[in-house]
C-alpha cells in the first residue's frame, strides 16, 4: 500500500515514455530530421534546448529520452507537441493530443482507485494529478518522491553518472571507471613561504617525493568540514591547486563516494556538482533549482523540500577560475528566492555570498590565479591546497593505469630510475601522459630502454597535446603564446630566476589566460604587512625545456617587435655553460640538443607548426667540436648521443 504513489508515477512515466515513442515513430523520416533541427533550437519556458551535439546521430529512441530527461516526462510531450505545431505537423500534432488525453484519463481512474483504497488513512498526501503535473512543471515538488525514497533515487542517479570518466587517450575514445583510476592525492591545509615554493621547484628525483609526502598540516577530503579549533564547521571550503592536479578529478569523486554512501553521511542528505565550465554556456535566466537540473535523474525534482534544509546541502563549484563572467561585487544585485529566476551571473554570486540558501555548505575548486577575485565573493572561507601525488602514490597511479602488474612495474621502476621523469610525475596529468607514452611503446613491442633517449620527446608531446586541445581554431595565437611563453623562460634561466613577478609577466606581454596558466602556477605569500603574488612554471624542468625552445624556435617577426625578452644568442648561451657538469645550465643545453633531434625537428614543425631556425645545429655542432677538443674528459662520445638527453 505504501508503494501506491511511487508505482504510479513509474507507470505514468512509461505510458508518456510509449507516448513519444510512437509519436516518433510515425514521422517520416525527413519530418524526424527537421523534428530534430528544430528542437535543438526550442527554448521551452526558458529551459534552454537541447545541444545539437546530443540530437545530431540520435535516433528516435534516443531523442524521446533526452525529451523526458532534459524536460521531464510530462514537459515532453507538451514540448514535442509544440514543435509539431511549428512544423505544421498537424496530423502528429492532433495524434499526440488525443493519446495524451487517454493516458490522462486512465491516470486519474488508477488514482480514483487507490483514494478509495487507502480510505480515510492520511499517512500520505497523493495529490490530484493535475496538481502533480504543475509542480513538475514548475520543478519546484514531486510529492510522490519525498525524503528517503527520493535520496535513495537521486543517489542511485548519480552514482551511474559518476562511476566513469572518458579515458583522456582521444585515439580510444574509451571510458574507465573512477574509482579503479583514481589515486589520492596529497591535500594541505597551510600555504608555504617562498622558500619552501623554491625548495620544491628545485628538488628533482626522490627527494621530491619524499618532500612531497612529508609536508606538515596533510589533510584528507572526509574531514574539510570538520570543526576547527573553535569547534565551528567551515561553511566554505575553497580547494586550490594548479592546471592538471586533479582538482575536477576530486570534485567526482567527492560526488561518487557521497553517493555510494562512503563519505559525508552524517553531514549531508545532497551533494550538487556544478560546472562552472558548462555554466559559460547559459544564456538564459535561471533559478538556483533550474541550475541543479542537470544533477536530477530525468528532471524529476522535489527541491522546495530540499532546500527547506539547506543546512543538510553541499554545493560542489568545480573550476571558479574558468567563469567567463567577472564576479565583481559592485555590479551585481544579490537576491535570496531559490526559485526566482535570475541571470546566472546573479544567482552564482548570490550563493558564494551566502544570500541565498545561507546554511548550505560549499566546496570550491578553481587555480591560485583566481584566488583574489574569488576571495572577493566569499564569506569566512578555509582553504586548502592539492599538491599532487607523493612517490607511492605515483607507483599506484601506474599500476591503476596499466591494470597488469608486470607492465606497470616494468614501467614505474623504469620512471623511477629517470630523475626527470620520475619528479613530474606528481603532476597527474603529466603521469598520465607518460603512462601513455610508454603504454603505447609497449603495445608496439618496443624496447623501454629506447625511452632514456626520449625525456624531450615526453615534454613535447605534453607541450602538443596541452596546445592542440586549446587552439583549435588560430595557428597564429597558439605560436604567439609559445614563444612569449618560452621568452620568460629564457630570461629566467639566463638570470638565475624560478619565481616571477607580476612586472616580468607583463614584459612579455603574458596575461595569466587559461593557456598561460596550463604552464604557469600562481602563488601568493605573505610579505609583512600585505601579501604578494609570484608565478613559477610547473617545475623548473618545464621551465628549462621552453627556455630550450626560445634558442630552438624560430621567431616570428610580430611577436618580437612585441617582445622585451633577451636577444637570442646561443653561443652566449653556451659560453655561460662551459664544460662544468653541475652548471645550472645543464638541462637546458641538454634538451636544446634533445629538441635538435631530426624526428623532434619535425614534430615542432608538424604538430607545433613552428619553423626552427636552420643556423642553430650548426653554432651547437661547431661549439661541441670546440670543446671536445679542448677537454678530453668530456662525458660524451659523440654528436650523436649529445642530440637526445638521458
Known sequence: MVFFPLILVMENRSSISDLLVRALDNLAQEDFKRFKDKLS?????????????????????????????????????????????????????????????????????????????????????????????????????????????????????????????????????????????????????????????????????????????????LTTVSVLFDPDRNRESPRTVVLLGAAGIGKTMTARKIMLDWAAGKLYQKKFDYVFYINCRKINLVTAQQSMADLLLNNFPDGVRPTKEIFEKPEKLLFIIDGFDELNSVLSMEEVSLWSDPFEKKPVKTVLCSLLRKEVLQKSFLLITSRPTALEK??????????????????????????????????????????????????????????????????????????????????????????????????????????????????????????????????DLKKHNLSLSTIHTLFLNKSIFQKDTECESVYSFIHLSFQEFFAALFYVLEEDEKTMKKSLSSKKDVNSLLKIYGPSKNNYLMLTVRFLFGLLNKERLNDMEKKLHCKTSSAIKLDLLKWFEAEAKKISSMPYKGSEELLEPA
Open 41 to 217: 533550437h526550442f527554448d521551452f519556458k526558458g529551459n534552454g534546448n537541447i545541444p545539437q551535439g546530443q540530437l545530431e546521430n540520435a535516433d528516435r529512441i534516443d531523442t524521446k529520452n533526452l525529451l523526458m530527461k532534459f524536460y521531464g516526462a510530462e514537459a515532453a510531450v507538451d514540448v514535442t507537441i509544440d514543435v509539431f505545431t511549428q512544423l505544421n505537423l498537424r496530423e502528429a500534432d492532433e495524434n499526440l493530443r488525443e493519446e495524451r488525453k487517454k493516458v490522462l484519463s486512465q491516470e486519474k481512474e488508477k488514482t480514483a482507485k487507490v483514494e478509495e483504497t487507502r480510505g480515510n488513512d492520511r499517512r500520505w498526501d497523493l495529490r490530484p494529478c493535475a496538481e502533480i503535473r504543475h509542480a513538475k512543471e514548475q520543478g519546484v515538488d514531486n510529492p510522490s518522491l519525498k525524503g528517503s525514497d527520493y535520496q535513495k533515487k537521486y543517489r542511485e542517479h548519480i552514482l551511474e553518472e559518476y562511476q566513469v570518466i572518458e579515458d583522456r587517450n582521444a585515439r580510444l575514445g574509451e571510458y574507465v571507471s573512477l574509482d579503479k583510476r583514481y589515486t589520492k592525492l596529497l591535500i594541505v591545509k597551510e600555504h608555504w613561504q617562498r622558500e619552501e615554493k623554491e625548495h620544491e621547484i628545485i628538488t628533482r628525483g626522490r627527494k621530491h617525493a619524499e618532500l612531497m609526502a612529508h609536508q606538515t598540516s
Open 374 to 503: 574569488l576571495k572577493q565573493n566569499l564569506k569566512f572561507p578555509c582553504y586548502a591546497e592539492i599538491r599532487g601525488f607523493s612517490g607511492d602514490d605515483r607507483k599506484e597511479y601506474f599500476h591503476k593505469f596499466f591494470g597488469d602488474e608486470k607492465k606497470a612495474t616494468q614501467a614505474f621502476n623504469f620512471v623511477k630510475e629517470n630523475e626527470m621523469l620520475f619528479t613530474m610525475c606528481f603532476v597527474p596529468i603529466v603521469c598520465w601522459i607518460i603512462c601513455t607514452v610508454m603504454k603505447q611503446q609497449m603495445e608496439r613491442k618496443e624496447d623501454l630502454a629506447q625511452t632514456s633517449k626520449t625525456t624531450t620527446s615526453v615534454y613535447l608531446l605534453f607541450l602538443t597535446s596541452l596546445l592542440t586541445d586549446h587552439f583549435t581554431d588560430s595557428v597564429q595565437q597558439s605560436k604567439t603564446t609559445l614563444w612569449k611563453l618560452c621568452s620568460l623562460a629564457a630570461d629566467g634561466i639566463l638570470e638565475r630566476k624560478i619565481l616571477f613577478e607580476e612586472g
